[in-house]
């Protein structure tokens, strides 16, 4: 598995080669289309997550201090989102989680491009994703 | 004037986003302001600042006839009896709130009442009501819409009862634009002793609207949807029902007379205005409003119906879209388009063609309980202003085919 700098540096890479916003939207569908499938009895109100349009559920499983997600969403923009923060965080330790600053997030322009109608509640995304790690350091 | 001479007077219509031509379909959420709009507001604060009523100098005077002449002229444009029926606040909202409040603490209702609200409102219509229901303890009851967003009024005599003191609707749903039948239900509700509240905030920017023609006997509106200043309301209601009404706020200009033994009040309408009051916002209401008849011209809306019935024409030739308002009388449906398509979600329509330019709404649209209604969790709404054009709602469908494309 490669490291969190790797994989990050790794998704900013693939953004880069995107000039158009369109562009970068179109990826992010193919990447929400590709999610894992998830399962629909996790789709439950206490794996909701607060301040999107959209409903976003995370399921987080602790195995060993390493944390496993999944998530799934009714919008697909969301869930390519969701994917790529899987894609990054997936399998690492709460305490590498927690330490990181998710500065890809605003290094491939998802914050300013998204995160301003706070349509798709990226910010909560992330801060779940944080607690979640916090929690179990 | 043309649809061209009016577009050069809203210059956001000329603004770039992401590089590409903004075309404005958000309307009913807020309309765009005109020049005149914004040099009445300029010239309020630049040149006449004063505080209202209280001063005797001359820029005191100069801003207190601005406000007050625009009572005036908003009470011709509406056809209120008189000046002191138009009641100044900062919004629709507001004004539901103000006269919910007004009704309660004025002993209007007793524990058991009723109120009658119809199903499409708009939580400002909804929310107030319940918070009074809740302390006095009233029965909210709903008036239905049917499938076709229309209300069902062949069932508004048998929900009203003795009890029902108030039905509360709105002119327009800000998701279903369709033009509800004020007037009947006026004459159902009056016959059977109750009091008749209209939301206009949908109304009043497409519709010349006549508050006794309606039968209404409270409307409110916001001016920031009919091209004036935002922070500014109305609340209207009949004379005989104002008077009866106790204060809304204490504090400054709604007094009569202030000591400490016994307070009395202003006559209507300035108990209801409280404090500092919107000064240079206020005054912008009488260019909007001459923008709304100068919209009401026939070449202008000879363009609003074309672009309605493509826009019907082209949801009904598509199986895959849902559009919610959907009147047996196309003459009762204005340019707001609400609708859901299979297999594509509200929120990623709209971030789509946000990025192709358009701004458009999507989600529950302050309007929850009609979004059960019809089942989903949201929708996609496209509101159109008179300024709109043919070519944008044109290149709306276009982008929102490609939208569609992209997410299937
Ligand atoms: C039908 C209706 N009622 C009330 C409101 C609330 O208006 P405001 O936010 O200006 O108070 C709106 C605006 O969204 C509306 O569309």
Known sequence: MSSLAETKAAVVEEFSMFDEWLDKYEYLIELGKSLEVFPVELKTDDRLIKGCQSRVWLDTRVQDG???????????????????????????????????????????????????????????????????????? | MDIHQIRSQFPQLGEKVYGRQLVYLDNAATSLRPVQVVEKWDEMSLRHNSNLHRAVHKTAVDATEEYESTRAAVAAFIGAAEPAEIIFTSGTTQSCNLLASCLENGGFFREGDEILICGSEHHSNIVPWQMVAGRKGLKIKVLPVDDRGEIRISELPALLSGRTRLCAVAQVSNVLGIINPIPEIARICHANGTLLFVDGAQGIPHLATDVRQLGCDFYAFSGHKMYAAPGTGILYGRRELLEAFPPYMGGGEMI?????????????????????????????????????????????????????????????????????????????????????????????????????????RSGQMCAEPLMDRFGVTGMLRASFAPYNTMEEAVYFTECLQKAIDMLK
Not at chain 1, 72 to 91: E, F, N
Request: net charge negative; proline share 5%; glycine share 6%.
């Open chain 1, 66 to 137: 390493i944390l496993r997600f999944r998530a799934d969403s009714d919008a697909i923009i969301t869930k390519g989102i969701i994917s790529l923060l899987i894609r990054v965080y997936d399998g690492r330790s709460a305490a590498e989680i927690a330490a990181d600053n998710f500065d890809f997030v605003e290094k491939i322009g998802l914050r300013e491009n998204l995160s301003p109608t706070r349509a798709n509640g990226l910010n909560s995304m992330i801060e779940t994703i944080r607690k979640e790690a916090e929690r179990n350091v």
């Open chain 2, 256 to 360: 009569e007379s202030v000591s400490w033994e016994k307070t009395t009040y202003a006559p209507i309408p300035r108990r209801f205005e409280a404090g500092t009051q919107n000064i240079s916002g206020v005054p912008t209401l009488r260019p909007a409003m001459e923008m709304c008849k100068l919209l009401e011209s026939r070449e202008i809306s000879a363009g609003s119906d074309k672009i309605r019935t493509f826009l019907l024409d082209f949801f009904a030739s598509r199986p895959d879209i849902t559009l919610y308002g959907n009147p047996a009388d196309p003459a009762r449906k204005l340019p707001i388009f609400s609708i859901t398509v299979e297999g594509a979600h509200h929120e990623d329509l709209a971030l789509i063609l946000d990025k192709m330019g358009i701004a458009t």
